[in-house]
């Protein structure tokens, strides 16, 4: 693997001469607090990132792992923590005041703002990236090379962190010098499991593309956080514009959903793929009876149970977008069907109306319900034991949709999810749902894309593999909806 180092080494150096690395320490003039705000820019990022460590590093901790597979997992163990120091910074950089974001704003903030959306695609395809590569000598070649980025810029946050310090007394965890001393403790590059390996030529080829698309990522995802930064600086950010009509904005320009199973009706389907309907149609309505089900409405009111239900459906589905943007294309779509799957997961995330806009989130007066504000909100997300099996769901969908290769597989993945993100918004009053006012999903896509992916024929290896998909994603919902049953919010934000 020494060539690996090499590689990863070479296109580390260029990445140490990124702007944004030295400027974080050069502009003395400028207040620390208001340069760590690239922390808020970059926020769906890091709030991924022990996800990404969890689901898509991690081989587990069953017994029969190899060296090399328990050194990433313990690895990936360690990287998971530092979210919460992520969030302890947040609310000590007085982030929450700064932005006035309530649940509805962060949501946007995280999953749908122009400001954040290169870091979403970055997260998205490092995932991915990381999924595809279940040799764990390519999944260490990816990691050692977002490491090794990482490293410059926590190697530049702690002199900021320091001047925070001086100036207010306050200690930050996630940008100071601590987390720097952690990463350099926990790190996997001095371990000779890996050192060992003699790459075939196949592996050195996949190794040498996996690493340059990662370092390209980081680069990209690095200027434009660099352009945010500078702006932030340069003039006061635009938070209370930006909180004042990202909900409003969303509302208006997102027509009404779709209705999925309404479309597929419509839509002339191969005879082949038949089955694909009947599954997703069997397991909604396995979902709505779950949903329905007395132990899923045991909160204290129906109107308690209307906002949980609401909050709990935004956690499931916010992820959604991003994936059917940066996830469901493929790279470099071969053949029509490849180019109209990739066509319809821009638009459909183009047109994709989140829980959070819809008018039922207002009318159910959800945020006074809530009371919170940024940091709340991720932690909800992010670290909550009720939001885990949505984040489990997240990874379970990239799988099926960024890394399988038929694009038909893909596109049901997508239908599926689609259409139950938006049964899952606008269940029937007489149940203690919320009403059509919530329905979430697309509102414009191309039909005649989706009418050439679903009018070809599909053989058994795809139709077995999008079964087990549908499953697979059911019972992960499942989990989600049992989630809601025991889930109380706290008081006070």
Known sequence: MQWTRQLIESLGRSYDSLPLHGWLTENSHTSPEVLLRLGLYAAPFPVSFKDINRYHISYGEGPGLDDRRHLLSAHAAEDMTHLSLYVQDARTLGWDALTGFDTAHS?????????????????????????????????????????????????????????????????????????????????????????????????????????????????????????????????????????????????????????????????????????????MR???????????????????????????????????????????????????PSGQLERAVSRLGAQWAQSFVPVWATHGWEEHGVEEWLGWGFTRTVRFLHLDEATEPAR????????????????????????FLMAWAQHRAAQDDQTGGVGKATSAGPSAYDKDALALVLSHPVDEPVLRRAADMQREIGDAYVRCIHAQSAWSPPSGG
């Open 392 to 415: 489990a769901l997240r990874a379970i969908a990239l799988r099926h949709l960024a890394v399988d290769a038929d694009p038909v597989h893909r596109a049901w993945t997508a239908l």
């Open 107 to 279: 949501l946007h903030w995280l999953t749908a703002a122009a400001e954040t959306e290169d870091e979403r695609k970055t997260a998205v395809r490092l995932a991915a990236r990381l999924e595809r590569a279940k040799d764990p000598v390519l999944r260490f070649a990816i990691v050692e090379s977002f490491e090794r980025a990482g490293s410059v810029l926590f190697a530049q946050t702690p002199k900021v962190a320091a001047r925070y310090e001086e100036a207010t007394g306050r200690t930050l965890v996630f940008w100071g010098a601590g987390h720097l001393a952690q990463e350099n403790e926990h790190g996997i590059s001095e371990e000779d499991v890996f050192d060992r390996v003699v790459l075939t030529s196949e592996q050195r080829t996949h190794v040498a593309r996996a690493v340059v698309d990662t370092f390209a990522d980081l680069e990209c995802q690095n200027h434009h956080l660099f352009h945010w930064v500078q702006r932030a600086v340069e003039s006061a950010p635009q938070f209370a514009r930006a909180r004042a009509h990202a909900v409003d904005r969303a509302r208006q320009q997102a027509g009404t959903p779709a209705d999925i199973l309404e479309t597929l009706s419509e839509q002339p389907l191969h005879s082949s793929q038949r089955p694909l309907l009947d599954g």
């Open 282 to 332: 069997r397991h909604l309505s396995r979902l709505a009876e779950q949903l329905h089900h007395p132990r899923s409405q045991a909160t204290a009111s129906r109107a308690d149970f209307a906002r949980t239900s609401l909050l709990l459906a935004g956690a499931e589905s916010a992820w959604l977008p991003s994936q059917l943007r940066h996830g469901l294309p493929f790279a470099a």
